[in-house]
């Protein structure tokens, strides 16, 4: 079955600290790849998305993702945390044509 | 800018009762659909619109409808509310078509059934 995984369901990172959060997909083909994230109580915001090209994109707010077809992932970073990045983090994939499927979530805590 | 309103941030209803949840978009996008979102299970997609007048059933329709009688608009109706559709409700919309799309998403409703 298409699926989406987020394997950390919670992480916690320092202030100035680097941030990586996984998501892989299982898929035959490549799909189109997106980064949301969601403040407390608030809808989902678009960070970044992966059509083609490129494998390493840059989003909003200082955040990067890179794709991996030999591993299925498309992990997001960002070299040094801010205490507004805590909020939640939704990978998802758009196979083409078809709708998207999210991932579980990751929650981001930020240490002061 | 893609705006994606929703009708109300929260709402407080009883169980039996009927509810609209109203989503507009101003980007002229063919597609709109509704998600739920409950902790741990993520965004569950409950029903999409591909056009006017068409809808199509997501993962879990059951205790829901949609009515989508003009472009911009499309609404999530729960005919007799129950305590396990207490949720956050979003709304999202992406142009149509076999192309790359991206969604864009309201704010979400918080929905409290009692």
């Known amino acids: 079955a298409q699926s989406v995984t987020q394997p950390d369901i919670h992480i916690t990172v320092s202030e100035g600290a680097s941030l990586e959060l996984r998501c892989n997909y299982s898929y035959g083909a490549t799909p189109y790849l997106f980064w949301y994230v969601q403040s407390p109580g608030q809808g989902l915001q678009l960070l970044l998305k992966?059509?083609?090209?490129?494998?390493l994109v840059q989003g909003i707010k200082g955040f990067e993702a890179e794709f991996k077809r030999s591993q299925s992932s498309f992990n997001l970073r960002k070299p040094s945390v801010h205490w507004s990045d805590a909020a939640e983090y939704f990978c998802a994939v758009d196979l083409y044509g078809q709708n998207f499927v999210f991932g579980p979530g990751t929650r981001l805590s930020v240490l002061p | 800018d893609v705006k994606v309103t929703q009708s109300s941030r929260y709402l407080v209803k009883r169980t039996g009762e009927k509810v609209f949840l109203e989503c507009v978009q101003d980007?002229?996008?063919?597609?709109m659909f509704w998600y739920r979102q409950d902790p741990g299970l993520g965004l569950r997609l409950i029903y999409f619109s591909y056009d006017v007048k068409m809808k199509e059933k997501g993962d879990i329709p059951e205790g829901y409808s949609v009515s989508r009688e003009k472009k911009e608009r499309f609404s999530l109706i729960l005919e007799s509310a129950s305590t396990n559709q207490t949720s956050m409700y979003l709304c999202?919309?992406?142009?149509?078509?076999?192309?790359?799309?991206?969604?864009?998403f309201g704010p979400g409703t918080r929905l409290l059934v009692l």
């Open positions: 999202a919309s992406s142009r149509g078509g076999r192309v790359r799309k991206t969604q864009y």
């Open positions: 980007m002229d996008h063919e597609n």
């Open positions: 992966y059509f083609s090209g490129d494998t």
